[in-house]
């Protein structure tokens, strides 16, 4: 066992009983590269990585490598998603050697943290175009020796290169934004549209899901059909592909095919808590049993595989059992016909198009519904209700059947920022599906990472074996705050209002950079950085300015607060130019965009729970998704923090109220749910200070 085994991060542990001398990211391990005056061999990953497995497989087990790894490198091993930071600076390294990023990631850097050469995963020996690892090491080793020079100045342009790259994207001027520009943006991305099977581009396809929510919002301004439609067309053809798992419900995290077939087997807490959002989302606008089909299985999975006991969400799941790729997940006809009595057998393969020839390794096949029920009623002359019941009999006794099988690994990590994402997605299903249980998840996760991981100060990345490790990043003070934001408009519990305030206020503290009028990465001063990237694009998860910026419009809706709809106009207006010229990197941005353009719109309402539950199933029934939900309870002293918004709001002629407000000022008062319905789907331009 080398030192990684006391490590608490799973992708570390999994390499405790490498040959290589491994160190964690320490200072440690860095004074030792200074001390011997040797390079370090960086390799980022993540647990739930499957390329990262074969990497180990194939190197870091090797002794023969390890020899070489140890002799000539101080060997360094991160888990990415502890330190988003560090990743996402030597990212940076490979996108500048034009080989596009990903993981395992493999930098060299120099002791005083220079990069010098990097690049993803290496074969042992030469293929793919790539020289094998013992090769580059070798090579690497020789240049560090025999031309220092060189390698310095190597490396002193990377080093110059990446403090570029850091500040792309903040090269404009502030300037204005507008409704236009956001209806603009949704345009763009409805015309990279696959429109044979939905979603962006070939293969590999990712869900995306931050740029379709985006259309959505392009559509409730234009009301372009093309948009809607584009939308709702992906949805579907995900919901029946095999990148969501039609026995266990949650997405995989992308497909390797362009239809949504074969997918990466990983589950990631963030995609599931994104796509959770985007399928209620879809729901309010045009109804549809999949939808709820699809939240509820989400919501389930997240409930029996990703909670602990503690009430927070754990970040990943694997990709491999037993050493294999997918192998919990696929089905052979043969494993089928054992777990189903013959006439489900038939009709599951068929509905899930299980053939002897397969979709996957060995002649196994993931499960896709490749016929409809009401294809399969038409076609064996039975009543749909009867199909439907013996599918869904199936499905159960598929998944009992799964169940037994040898499950991928789960890294039982509770990220701050992920739980954010998911407490976000839950909160909001809660009240689209009426489901009071969701909300219960999603609040026990919000009580864990307040109560565990949040001091009032310092907000801690992660959390495992009982203990906080690493002070969080821009990505966890936003998403949380953006979590607990959504989670206040499900239960109206103002506490959780009171946390997000402050967990924004310290976040412009920490990681503002009011010269660059944009938000870092890390905290200002982190010592052992390089370079302290900005916390720009959105990519798989949004960017913590992104989130930052939701919640900062959402609490300047909810509590009346000019300075927060102020902040976050001065990150926006920033970020203009490039949001409008590059929609699909700003996905999450965007969306506060809109929000922001709004006017920090809320609807506040007056009278007990069950007076205004007419105006809260028809806020929940109505796609209006920059408006904000307050209430305030009859007779009720207002909460500190909601004394400006709640000033004068009251219920009239005895009656539960809803006043919408906008720009800090509010429409006269409705009383039924029809006029609060047609003010939030068509809006009005009669507000006035009351």
């Given at each position: 066992m080398n030192r990684l085994a006391t490590e608490p991060s799973p992708y570390l542990r999994q390499h405790a009983d490498n040959p290589v001398d491994w160190y964690p990211w320490s200072e440690e391990a860095l004074e030792?590269?200074?001390?011997?005056?040797?390079?370090?061999?960086?390799?980022?990953?993540?647990?739930?990585?499957?390329?990262?497995?074969?990497?180990?497989?194939?190197?870091?087990?090797?002794?023969?490598?390890?020899?070489?790894?140890?002799?000539?490198?101080?060997?360094?091993?991160?888990?990415?998603?502890?330190?988003?930071?560090?990743?996402?600076?030597?990212?940076?390294?490979?996108?500048l050697m034009g080989r596009g990023g990903g993981w395992p990631l493999t930098v060299f850097l120099t002791p005083d943290l220079?990069?010098?050469?990097?690049?993803?995963?290496?074969?042992?020996?030469?293929?793919?175009?790539?020289?094998?690892?013992?090769?580059?090491?070798?090579?690497?080793?020789?240049?560090?020796?025999?031309?220092?020079?060189?390698?310095?100045?190597?490396?002193?342009?990377?080093?110059?290169?990446?403090?570029?790259?850091?500040?792309?994207?903040?090269?404009?001027?502030?300037?204005?934004?507008?409704?236009?520009?956001?209806?603009?943006?949704?345009?763009?991305?409805?015309?990279?549209?696959?429109?044979?099977?939905?979603?962006?581009g070939?293969?590999?396809?990712?869900?995306?899901?931050?740029?379709?929510?985006?259309?959505?919002?392009?559509?409730?301004?234009?009301?372009?059909?093309?948009?809607?439609?584009?939308?709702?067309?992906?949805?579907?053809?995900?919901?029946?592909?095999?990148?969501?798992?039609?026995?266990?419900?949650?997405?995989?995290?992308?497909?390797?095919d362009q239809r949504w077939q074969v997918p990466h087997f990983e589950k990631m807490l963030y995609d599931n808590a994104q796509l959770l959002h985007l399928y209620s989302e879809a729901h309010q606008l045009s109804p549809r049993p999949l939808w709820k089909k699809v939240a509820e299985e989400t919501a389930a999975y997240v409930a029996r595989e990703m909670t602990a006991p503690s009430g927070g969400f754990f970040a990943t799941q694997d990709a491999d059992s037993e050493g294999e790729e997918g192998k919990f997940f696929v089905w052979t006809p043969g494993e089928v016909d054992a777990a189903l009595p013959p006439d489900l057998s038939a009709l599951a393969k068929e509905h899930f198009n299980v053939t002897e020839r397969g979709n996957f390794e060995h002649g196994a096949s993931v499960l896709e519904v490749h016929l409809s029920v009401e294809q399969l009623a038409q076609k064996h002359r039975r009543p749909v209700e009867q199909v439907e019941a013996a599918l869904t009999t199936a499905r159960q006794q598929l998944l009992a059947h799964r169940e037994k099988r040898v499950k991928p690994s789960r890294d039982e990590k509770i990220l701050a920022g992920w739980n954010g994402l998911m407490i976000r997605g839950l909160a909001f299903a809660s009240r689209v599906f009426q489901r009071p249980d969701w909300l219960d998840q999603a609040r026990g996760a919000a009580d864990f990472v307040l109560g565990t991981m949040w001091n009032g100060q310092t907000l801690f990345r992660a959390h495992h074996g009982g203990a906080n490790r690493i002070h969080g990043f821009v990505e966890d003070y936003g998403d949380l705050a953006s979590g607990l934001v959504a989670l206040y408009q499900a239960c109206f519990e103002v506490h959780y209002l009171e946390q997000a305030a402050a967990l924004v206020s310290r976040a412009v503290d920490l990681f503002w950079d009011e010269a660059q009028q944009a938000y870092r990465s890390a905290p200002k001063g982190q010592p052992d950085l390089l370079i302290n990237p900005f916390a720009v694009q959105d990519n798989a998860f949004p960017a913590g300015s992104s989130t930052l910026t939701e919640a900062q419009v959402a609490l300047a809706a909810l509590t009346g607060s000019e300075a927060h709809q102020q902040q976050a106009g001065k990150y926006l207006r920033k970020m203009r130019d490039e949001i409008t010229r590059n929609p699909f990197g700003y996905g999450h941005l965007l969306l506060a965009a809109d929000s922001w353009l709004e006017g920090a719109a809320d609807v506040v309402l007056v009278g007990t729970r069950a007076e205004v539950e007419p105006f809260l199933r028809t806020i929940a029934t109505t796609f209006a998704p920059a408006v904000a939900v307050s209430l305030r309870e009859a007779n009720a002293p207002p909460p500190k923090l909601l004394e400006e918004m709640f000033r004068d709001k009251r219920t009239l002629e005895g009656r539960a109220t809803a006043y919408l407000c906008k720009n800090f000022a509010c429409q006269a008062p409705v009383f039924e749910a029809s006029e609060l319905r047609a003010l939030l789907e068509h809006g009005s331009a009669d507000f006035k200070d009351l």
């Open positions: 030792l590269a200074r001390k011997l005056n040797k390079p370090i061999l960086l390799s980022v990953g993540y647990s739930a990585c499957h390329w990262c497995h074969v990497m180990a497989h194939e190197s870091f087990e090797s002794p023969e490598t390890a020899k070489l790894m140890n002799e000539f490198f101080v060997n360094i091993k991160v888990d990415r998603e502890e330190r988003p930071d560090l990743d996402q600076l030597y990212q940076g390294v490979v996108q220079r990069p010098f050469f990097g690049g993803t995963y290496f074969p042992p020996s030469d293929r793919f175009g790539m020289p094998g690892f013992p090769k580059l090491l070798h090579g690497l080793a020789a240049a560090w020796q025999s031309q220092a020079k060189d390698v310095q100045s190597q490396a002193a342009q990377f080093e110059e290169a990446l403090k570029a790259m850091s500040r792309d994207g903040l090269e404009s001027e502030p300037a204005d934004l507008s409704t236009q520009q956001i209806v603009a943006a949704g345009e763009l991305l409805e015309r990279h549209i696959d429109r044979q099977y939905g979603g962006f070939s293969a590999p396809k990712f869900p995306n899901p931050m740029n379709l929510e985006m259309m959505l919002r392009a559509y409730r301004r234009s009301r372009s059909a093309g948009l809607r439609d584009s939308v709702m067309f992906t949805l579907e053809r995900m919901a029946r592909g095999g990148i969501y798992d039609q026995l266990g419900g949650g997405f995989h995290r992308y497909s390797v």
